[in-house]
């Protein structure tokens, strides 16, 4: 990729950049959120169309006009959150839109399809049954999968988005011997990671954007964390989390025996006991999806459980509404940004506005005091970082990671006595996610509750005074940080008591 530029209003996304990528290697991407690392990727996937520069494939220049145009060239994308079916099979999923015909194309080969995909997962050491559907397998089989379905239709050039966000450690493990398979195949790999040790562990050479610009291509052989992050940054990073003893003082957040069930009766939250004291963090560790949000949703308000107590400061609020949880002194920063934390359609100064229209700071009756609101949104701008050209911008318009910082910013000034922070550092860069860990510490400092929520495993572990496992719904076990490692969590996370461990934090 020879000089990109790709421009959105107000915003050049890629300014001149540059990128050299060598057949057979594993290329990553590292940048701050707004950096131009996921730009870059759908200009070459062919979901952006470049305004200036040049994309070269085997020494061919080549014009993308659609993501069908670059899966024919021979270049793939596997998303972070996968696009499958769950109620097909592994072969339907991976043939799905290039299915083989029988009888004059008139029906469906589910034969000749289930023996293509058998033979292409033997050929990569994936270990998949063709037969199996998609909502019977774990979360590492379904990333293998969607890596089936780009080489299913040819891909020489495979793009990675932050691959490893939902495994657990030992799936990651998994994860990084298909890539030496594919590797040794001669396929070409790039990552877009924010995850600095594992882009030191996997890859061949690691790309640093930094503003919508190029700013160096570093040899993880030689670089280091430190160096990798100051890069991205452009100042030194604290990338250690330096925690404080202390002892932790009275309940604050009590859930007891509480249980979820979904329309079919299933438990998704399975008699859940957890306790967050004054000036503690008590991390949840588990992979997405196993009654994690149902959990959340039930704590905050969002949803009554079908049995169980949630208590705030010894006080009921089991089936009181989010209002009024905000009223007593929660605040939350939710899973879903996008669907949960902003209204899309509102610009930064109406979002800043969400969860204090009953303040009396904000509001007087019905009239909103523009001038205060527009100030606070200043303020998270400002204090978080959010890259944007001025308050008045709308959501959508922004970063992901951008509108997450956003988020936090709100819900941390609001000033509560307990907040749950679910996946606070989603797609956040890694000078962001310095700031977030230091604020989410003072809160803990100040005394305040955290119950946080958290799919980084390396996160869950510096932050947290306890960590409670879960599985299935259920709490496998709460453990001390410093008394476990993290495949002991690892086992945990996937339904497996370890043979030995200390720590034990009940």
Avoid: C
């Amino acid at each position: 990729m020879e000089n990109i530029t790709k421009r959105f209003p107000g915003v050049v996304a890629n300014d001149q950049v540059s990128l050299e990528v060598e057949r057979g290697s594993v290329h990553t991407l590292l940048g701050e959120n707004g950096a131009g690392k996921s730009t870059l990727m759908n200009v070459l996937y062919g979901l952006y169309q470049q305004e200036g520069g040049t994309v070269y494939l085997n020494g061919e220049e080549m014009s993308f006009q659609t993501p069908q145009d670059a899966i024919d060239a021979g270049i793939g994308m596997i998303h972070q959150h996968f696009m499958l079916v769950d109620t097909m099979t592994v072969a339907e999923n991976v043939t799905l839109g290039n299915e083989p015909r029988k009888w004059n194309g008139l029906a469906y080969d589910a034969k000749r399809a289930r023996e293509a995909v058998r033979e292409l997962s033997e050929t990569y050491n994936f270990d998949l049954d063709p037969t199996d559907r998609i909502e019977d397998i774990s979360v590492g089989e379904k990333q293998r999968v969607e890596i089936l379905k780009t080489l299913y239709r040819g891909a020489d050039v495979l793009i990675f988005d932050e691959p490893t966000a939902v495994l657990t450690p030992q799936e990651v493990d998994d994860l990084f011997r298909i890539v030496d398979e594919l590797t040794e195949q001669g396929k070409t790999l790039i990552f877009i990671t924010h995850k600095l040790g594992e882009a030191m562990e996997i890859s061949d050479d690691i790309t640093v954007l930094r503003d919508g610009e190029n700013v160096g291509t570093a040899d993880p052989e030689t670089a280091t964390r430190e160096s990798l992050a100051e890069l991205m940054v452009g100042r030194e990073v604290m990338l250690d989390v330096e925690k404080t003893d202390r002892v932790p003082g009275d309940p604050v957040l009590s859930v007891d025996d509480l249980i979820v069930e979904n329309d079919d009766g299933v438990r998704q939250v399975d008699d859940v006991d957890l306790t967050v004291h004054e000036g503690e963090i008590l991390g949840i560790a588990g992979v997405d999806g196993n009654g994690q949000s149902q959990l959340v949703d039930s704590v905050v308000g969002l949803e009554v459980p079908d049995e169980g107590t949630v208590e705030l400061y010894g006080e009921d609020v089991t089936d009181v509404s989010r209002r009024e949880h905000i009223k007593r002194g929660m605040s939350f920063v939710p899973e879903d940004r996008q669907a949960r934390g902003l209204v899309m359609d509102f610009d930064l100064v109406e979002n800043a506005l969400l969860g204090n229209q009953y303040d009396p700071s904000f509001t007087n009756g019905p009239r909103v005091n523009w001038g205060t609101t527009r100030e606070h949104a200043v303020d998270i701008i400002d204090e978080y970082d959010v890259r944007t050209p001025n308050a008045a911008t709308s959501s959508e318009s922004l970063s992901g990671g951008n509108q997450q910082k956003f988020i936090v910013g709100r819900e941390i000034l609001r000033d509560s006595d307990v907040l749950v922070a679910s996946h606070p550092t989603r797609g956040v860069d890694v000078g962001s996610i310095e700031f977030i860990h230091d604020q989410l510490l003072e809160l803990r400092d100040e005394g305040k509750g955290v119950l946080l929520v958290s799919s980084k495993l390396d996160e869950v572990q510096q932050l947290s005074d306890r960590i409670a496992v879960i599985y299935e719904g259920e709490i496998m076990d709460v453990v001390d940080p410093d008394g476990v490692t993290d495949r002991d969590i690892g086992l945990l996370m996937a339904g497996e008591m370890p043979e030995t461990y200390g720590g034990d934090a009940e």
